[in-house]
């Protein structure tokens, strides 16, 4: 293990490397780390950190990429600093045993990037294992990673000395293509800073790196999902009626779509087997459940159940889902989806997008928060994350929304605005979208269903909205004629769209046309 002591990790106890799944299962239950519930997934919790810390994370500030960041959207960390904080967790770390595993991110051999993970719990390198791309034996001769995670949860930073914000810390060094992770035990921390990485190294490429989901067409045709938290991404690009490529993280080359990682990282909260079939039983032995509730004698889990956190998550190889295509690639993609859950209940349940227009909703991130849902909110407020994934951008929104205007545009790929939130009134008012409906469009969208029909133009926002769609309702394709009040309609859609150019104001953008594809608000 020459690498480990490049990065001062030396005189450890033990280096547990590679272990397959079920000795890292045994390795976290003998060390009381999680037990295993009645269906055989690892329960673990994960203490006061039950999400990500976006107050947490930096971004070494390197001379190499200082004039490249975001740093708008990100916070800068100093390299002094840095080296130091790596020395301290080494120490840390001294006559402690780790758990390493090696393997790999991107699916297309074309991109691949070897990556290290080192752990200091058995039950988060298991989850590293289900989560990125496992190497085969003779891939792991002469293993030299590109990308090096080092987390160690019960290393807690002192801000005083360490320049961090709290004792928890996720910093990423672009140079040395290296993150620290200390302070927190939430797995999240691990799988978003290598995708932060892969956000920074991709475009480059030029590769388009996306927060979506993929899936295929029993034709070979692929299709992308975006989606904030709460917008259905998950659900609906595990459709038993097509075969999954990847639930989270994903590149466009020039050669196709590519899953970033070999798992995910599913929200359990609420989850059934009726309507969530292929995520309920995919967790089962080797999958981790995180901060989910279970019954303390027969160990059934309780996925209703919030106590801990509504965070509550299953991490399992995505070659758990019936049909998943492995490797992970596809085609270039027929259609691209932006679902939003839009609680003012204006947005058409599903619309056509222009390229302008696509490069203006991909740039707002749009969705939106539920009255009660935080204290003090008590009406739906318009939440933007630009490309659907503001968190890990360490370049600007720009940057990518470029790359996807180009590729739709040169692949002759649509796009569609699809919204999961509420119809003929506001939340508290109206109802959110039958699930069963929402299927029906997106299935309509992405067989070329919809390329045929007729359209009408949404005044305020400009968007297509088709007139018919197979298996849903004419009158609820128009939100406005769902709302009983039209007037007040048109005010809550004046309101929103407002919302829109507001937050596109914050990018220095000298793209009249995509500007232009944004909401008409009245002067």
Known sequence: ?????????????????????????????????????????????????????????????????????????NKPFSREKFDALLRRMAAYLQNRDVFVFDGFVCADPRYRIPLRVVNEYAYQNLFSRQLFIRAAGEELKGFCPEITVISAPGFKAQPEIDGTNSEAFIILSFEKRMVLIGGTLYSGEIKKSVFTMLNYIMPKAGVLSMHCSANMGRDGSTALFFGLSGTGKTTLSADPERLLIGDDEHGWSDE?????????????????????????????????????????????????????????????????????????????????????ADAFGVLPPIARLSIEQAMYYFISGYTSKLAGTERGVTEPQATFSACFGAPFLPLSPLVYSELLGEKIKKYSTEVFLVNTGWSGGPYGVGQRMDLNYTRAMV?????????????????????????????????????????????????????????????????????????????????
């Open 256 to 340: 196709g779509v590519f899953n970033f990682e070999g798992g995910c990282y599913a929200k359990c909260i609420n989850l059934s087997r009726e309507k969530e079939p292929q995520i309920y039983h995919a967790i089962r032995f080797g999958t981790v459940l995180e901060n989910v509730v279970f019954d303390d004698t027969t160990r059934e889990p309780d996925y209703g159940s919030d106590a801990i956190t509504e965070n509550t998550r299953a991490a399992y190889p995505v070659d758990y889902i019936p049909g998943a295509v492995i490797p992970g690639t596809g085609g270039h993609p027929r259609a691209v989806i932006f679902l939003t």
């Open 443 to 523: 299935r309509a969208a992405l067989s070329g269903k919809l390329s045929g029909v007729e359209y009408e133009e949404d005044p305020v926002f400009g968007l297509m909205i088709p007139r018919t769609c197979p298996g849903v309702p004419p009158e609820i394709l128009n939100p406005r004629n769902t709302w009983r009040d039209k007037r007040a309609y048109d005010e809550t859609a004046m309101k929103l769209a407002r919302s829109f150019v507001e937050n596109f104001k914050k990018f220095s953008i000298d793209w009249p046309e995509v500007t232009a594809a944004g909401p008409r608000v009245a002067k």
């Open 1 to 73: 293990m020459d690498n480990l002591k490049s990065l001062l990790l030396a005189n450890l106890k033990k280096v547990h490397y590679n272990l397959p799944v079920p000795r890292l299962v045994e390795e976290a239950v003998a060390r009381g780390e999680g037990v295993l519930a009645s269906n055989g997934a690892l329960v673990v919790h994960t203490g006061k950190y039950t999400g990500r810390s976006p107050n947490d994370k930096f971004i070494v500030d390197e001379p190499q990429v200082r004039d490249e960041i975001w740093w708008g959207n």
